[in-house]
């Protein structure tokens, strides 16, 4: 059996790409679940190749990084099927959180797809080593197995509890150390052995060069995801949407009694009475309306939104809701801003009050 060790500057690339990997699938699917079917397929498709890729990515980086005293490579054609494992099994878990009713079970049942996946993508791609022979257990692979469950279901569970971007932060922590920790779990129940009568012949590039070259083109493609499709600063969004000085006249008047506004499902854009929706989200470029216990999509801006709704029937409440004041059953004020609560609104309990907004909103509720 063969000492090994591993590069650290290579350790520290893996998990900074389990850790982009995890951000970029993980916001890509943010709201993806009130879009249409093709888009929402799109978005999933997307992340799929973001956070299995980058599974896949961290654990190829990290196996470069294997330092054996003896020269060793990877099989191109093995290599690739290992890839391909986990954006596939990283696609059905995915499509399972945003095709079907998200429960409980849902959840634990994507977490558990995962979970199972991470380990079976180590090993088919641990078995495309040339000029070296890894052996392990049942046991070590029955361990790496669970951890990979466990860690994966709970980094799952924290993302899509609830779908905040303060939760996609903590679940983005969780995956990129899930994926980490299960690669050298199994590292460890691992035995490296040399082929006897193995050609010395290696590959072209050294595996530093090609380590660094993987990372890199991880980091590309989840940036290019970012860049395309995900709006992290929803402040930074809604001065974007602004009009620009002047241009208002080229808006729908304010005061126009435009009633109807348009949400899409399912392929057919339909319209509903503005006076029948509680509130209005930004969601990304678009929004979502709020309706006694429906969320719909809509392909408004909310800066769009509220320009062209009557004037007086929504008031901004935060930088990403309008609220309708007849709907609202409650208000609390807290030190500097407040919530409004919708209690006979299943799909929308509450709606936080930022301190810009605070007297708006008190003066649409008639408390001042």
Request: glycine content about 8%; some cysteine; overall charge positive.
């Amino acid at each position: 059996m063969l000492d090994f060790s591993h590069n650290p500057w290579l350790v520290a690339a893996s998990l900074a790409v389990a850790l982009m990997a995890g951000f970029t699938g993980l916001s890509l699917t943010k709201g993806a679940s009130t879009l249409p079917a093709g888009p929402r397929k799109t978005r999933v498709a997307m992340a799929s190749v973001a956070l299995g890729g980058g599974i896949w990515a961290m654990h190829f980086v990290a196996m470069l990084g294997l330092q054996l005293p003896i020269l060793f490579y990877y099989d191109p054609l093995i290599t690739l099927i290992s890839a391909l494992v986990a954006i596939l099994i990283v696609g059905v878990a995915l499509l399972v959180l945003h095709f079907l009713p998200r429960r409980a079970l849902t959840i634990s049942a994507a977490g558990l797809c995962v979970g199972l996946g991470i380990p079976v993508m180590h090993y088919i791609g641990m078995s495309g080593m040339r000029l070296c022979q890894p052996s392990y257990s049942v046991a070590a692979v029955m361990e790496a197995g669970l951890a990979s469950v466990v860690l994966s279901m709970g980094a799952i569970w924290i993302a899509y509890g609830a779908r905040t971007y303060r939760n996609i932060l903590l679940g983005t922590l969780g995956f990129g150390f899930a994926v980490f920790a299960v690669h050298f779990v199994a590292m460890f129940g691992t035995d490296f052995s040399a082929v006897p009568g193995a050609a010395a012949a290696g590959p072209l590039i050294s595996n530093a060069t090609l380590a660094l070259i993987v990372a890199l083109i991880a980091f590309v493609i989840c940036g290019a995801f970012l860049l395309s499709s995900v709006t992290l600063l929803p402040q930074a969004e809604a001065r974007a949407q602004a009009p620009a000085p002047g241009a208002e006249a080229e808006m729908p008047a304010p005061e126009a009694e435009i009633r109807k506004i348009p949400y899409e499902l399912d392929g057919r854009t339909f319209f509903i009475d503005s006076r029948q929706v509680a509130a209005i989200r930004a969601e990304g470029h678009y929004t979502v309306l709020y309706q006694d216990e429906r969320k719909l999509f809509c392909p408004w801006s909310i800066s769009e939104a509220e320009a062209r709704l009557p004037r007086g029937q929504f008031v901004r409440a935060h930088r990403s809701y309008l609220v309708n004041p007849g709907h609202v059953t409650g208000f609390e004020r807290k030190k500097d801003n407040g919530v409004v609560f919708f209690d006979a609104r299943s799909a929308l309990e509450k709606v936080p009050v930022s301190r810009s907004r605070l007297q708006d909103v008190r003066t649409a509720l008639g408390l001042v």
